[in-house]
């Protein structure tokens, strides 16, 4: 029987197996799966098995897989194809007598209106009428997803935002992969849905603040209306499809949708989450 975690050549999942090793499992019990796994040659070389585990080629999930494992799927990426991509792993999964699957969902998934939220609701129920064990990890922010925005305060000393007053309890990506890792390795957590995210629910002028201190120099929040927003994105050189989706999305923020703090993450991580400050230092 194996852990075998999906996605494995993503910034999520190559972090999930590298906190397994760290929890001790066995390397052997490990398996990497990945649409190209050639790119998992350093985890090989750890004794990790690694294997092709294409979500749009059924044979290789059903080679990937075998009675009694317990499954990591990382939601894919490509908005729109997704969910059929997911409903073939579960599938897979059943018929190849998997004993637990866990899903990354999104934080808040099914009473939310955040606008990645509805392929992470029909995954959720594509996996419960799979009938097999599951976790659902509902993943909130990563503070990782600033990289761009320090970027940018690096060269204009300015974070440019329409989320207003609204607040997001991120956490730095190795956060999230200790709980997840703990939740595939212990024990209840069948049926379980967590709500994961940061301990603090940050605002945006204290991004610019978190900014100033790791780049050295000021930075100061700027706040625009989603017309304005939307208008400075398309003038950078943004598609409309693309501008719109961060517009949204920081609409999602200003309404409340990335600020739910439950602890769930903490207390599956076993520690607290990074604060905003230290995640942000190895991205200056």
């Known amino acids: 029987m194996s852990i075998v975690i999906s996605g494995a050549t993503g910034q999520l999942g190559r972090l999930v197996v590298a906190a397994l090793l760290d929890r001790g499992v066995a390397a052997e019990q490990v398996v990497a799966g990945a649409r190209d796994e050639t790119r998992l040659a350093d985890l090989a070389a750890r004794g990790v098995r690694v294997v092709r585990f294409d979500y749009d080629d059924p044979a290789s999930l059903s080679a990937a897989l075998a009675e ?36 990354t969902s999104a934080l808040g998934a099914g009473e939310t209106g955040l606008v990645v939220a509805p392929d992470h609701v029909a995954t959720e129920q594509a996996v419960r009428a799979g009938g097999i064990p599951f976790t659902v990890l509902r993943n909130g922010w990563y503070t990782e997803n600033y990289a761009t925005a320090l970027v940018q305060a690096r ?5 440019l935002s329409s989320a207003g007053d609204g607040r997001v309890a991120s956490a730095a990506r190795a956060d999230y992969a200790a709980a997840i890792a703990a939740a595939l390795t212990g024990t209840g957590h069948e049926d379980a849905v967590y709500e994961l995210s940061g301990d603090h629910a940050w605002n945006f002028d204290e991004l610019a603040d978190a900014f100033a201190t790791v780049l050295g120099r000021d930075v100061v929040y700027r706040r625009v209306s989603p017309e304005e927003h939307l208008g ?17 999305l920081d609409g999602n923020i200003r309404d409340g949708a ?25 991205l200056a």
Request: net charge neutral.
């Open 232 to 248: 400075l994105l398309t003038e950078a050189g943004l598609d409309a499809g693309t501008a719109g989706f961060l517009v949204a």
């Open 68 to 103: 009694g494992d317990t499954l990591l799927l990382v939601s894919g990426s490509e908005i729109g194809r997704r969910v059929a991509q997911h409903e073939s792993v579960i599938a897979a999964a059943r018929a190849a007598g998997v004993a637990r699957l866990a899903y």
């Open 155 to 159: 060269a204009t000393g300015v974070v």
């Open 258 to 282: 990335l600020a739910l703090t439950t602890g769930d993450l903490s207390r599956l991580a076993g520690r607290p989450t990074t604060p905003l400050v230290d995640a942000l230092r190895p």
